[in-house]
């Protein structure tokens, strides 16, 4: 099963207006350069550009961009509301830091007046809470499953991640260890769609 057909199963207990339910996550150190595996997302996925150290960040978005274009992509930038509008990208997503920071009236103001997305990583049910508290159009919770990205951790797991899933008031991404094998897991956990990095979402 890929996950494109992980996430036709989901039966979501919240649904993201306007974000995809599979979404490709890009990282430096796993996915150096981002482009072939954004290229080859099925037509209607999504992106979200990480690539924080990157010092060709902005020309990278900007590559993105025009792929998303040509492929009907949605493209979120992680962290930089003015780099996310600059490129046009169609809204940010939001470290649990910085929703957690509270100096968030102008990327607020951008997204409103623009009908921008924004997104928020969550580790935790007070996190989630925050997210919905700030009317966020969904949460990225993580990590479900045992992954690479967070060494030494076990993951929420998939009967914990359902309960915090519907009691969140908001839709929910699962990202962290979501692969083949570990998808069909989460058909009926009320997850509005799969986050992965790296060229997993594409196979």
């Given at each position: ?59 990278l978005a900007a590559a993105i961009m025009a792929v998303a274009r040509r492929r009907r992509l949605v493209v979120l ?127």
């Amino acid at each position: 099963m890929t996950l494109a057909e992980a996430v036709r199963r989901l039966k979501p207990c919240h649904r993201a207006s306007g974000l995809p339910g599979l979404l490709l996550i890009t990282d430096t150190a796993r996915l150096t350069d981002p482009l072939p595996a954004v290229e080859r997302l099925p037509k209607g996925a999504g992106v979200i550009v990480r690539h924080y150290d990157s010092p060709d960040r902005a020309c990278l978005a900007a590559a993105i961009m025009a792929v998303a274009r040509r492929r009907r992509l949605v493209v979120l930038v992680a962290g930089d509301w003015r780099l996310a509008a600059s490129c046009g990208a169609d809204g940010i997503h939001l470290s649990e830091g910085q929703a957690a920071s509270g100096r968030l009236a102008a990327l607020r103001g951008w997204a409103r007046r623009r009908g921008r997305l924004v997104t928020v990583a969550c580790h935790s049910p007070q996190a989630l809470a925050r997210a919905r508290w700030l009317r966020a159009d969904a949460a990225l919770l993580s990590p479900v499953f045992a992954t690479a990205s967070h060494p030494g951790t076990a993951g929420i797991g998939a009967m914990r991640f359902a309960r915090w899933c519907r009691a969140a008031g908001l839709p929910v991404v699962a990202l962290g260890g979501v692969n083949r094998q570990t998808a069909p897991r989460l058909a009926a956990s009320g997850a509005a769609g799969i986050a992965a990095i790296g060229g997993l979402v594409s196979r």
